[in-house]
């Protein structure tokens, strides 16, 4: 009877460790996020308090709620003008999903978390989409 109660008790208890790992990331990615850095498909953020006001960030809320503060017109060229888009987003597994408008219409993202801890997100971007608004 005991030979069969230990493997049980192991078995549960790494179900549990494991749904905590997942939370854990999920609420870790809650944060604002600034200063990307690419090398290739893979960006890498900074963990901040606030977005910059003259530069690219991402603020990953509670709820499924973020907001993106980026380029406001089609134009890259300097000096260009930074605002703030409101957005979605959900986790599965270790990918993050995310949905937000742009100046010219909506974008759709997926990232897959390569690390994460209290300074740096580390991402690979699997895909970005985007969908012009009806003019």
Same mark, same amino acid.
């Given at each position: 009877? &005991?030979?069969?109660?230990?493997?049980?008790?192991?078995? +549960? /208890? =790494?179900?549990?460790?494991? %749904? #905590?790992?997942?939370? $854990?990331?999920?609420?870790?990615?809650?944060?604002?996020? +600034?200063?990307?850095? !690419?090398?290739?498909?893979?960006?890498? /953020? &900074?963990?901040?308090?606030?977005?910059?006001?003259?530069? !690219?960030?991402?603020?990953?809320? =509670?709820?499924?709620?973020?907001? $993106?503060?980026?380029?406001? #017109?089609? %134009? #890259?060229?300097?000096?260009?003008? !930074? #605002?703030?888009?409101?957005? =979605?987003?959900?986790?599965?597994?270790? +990918?993050?999903?995310?949905?937000?408008?742009?100046?010219?219409?909506?974008?759709? &993202?997926?990232?897959?978390?390569?690390?994460?801890?209290?300074?740096?997100? &580390?991402?690979?971007?699997?895909?970005?989409?985007?969908?012009?608004?009806?003019?």
């Amino acid at each position: 009877m &005991k030979k069969r109660i230990i493997p049980f008790i192991l078995l +549960v /208890f =790494t179900a549990i460790i494991s %749904c #905590g790992n997942q939370d $854990e990331v999920n609420l870790s990615v809650v944060s604002v996020w +600034v200063n990307p850095q !690419y090398n290739d498909s893979i960006i890498t /953020f &900074k963990r901040s308090t606030q977005l910059p006001e003259k530069d !690219y960030g991402i603020d990953i809320k =509670t709820n499924g709620v973020l907001k $993106e503060r980026k380029i406001i #017109g089609w %134009c #890259g060229t300097p000096p260009v003008a !930074y #605002g703030d888009y409101d957005g =979605t987003w959900i986790m599965e597994d270790s +990918v993050l999903y995310i949905k937000a408008f742009f100046w010219g219409g909506e974008e759709t &993202k997926e990232w897959k978390i390569i690390s994460i801890n209290e300074k740096t997100l &580390k991402v690979k971007q699997l895909k970005v989409e985007y969908i012009s608004k009806q003019q």
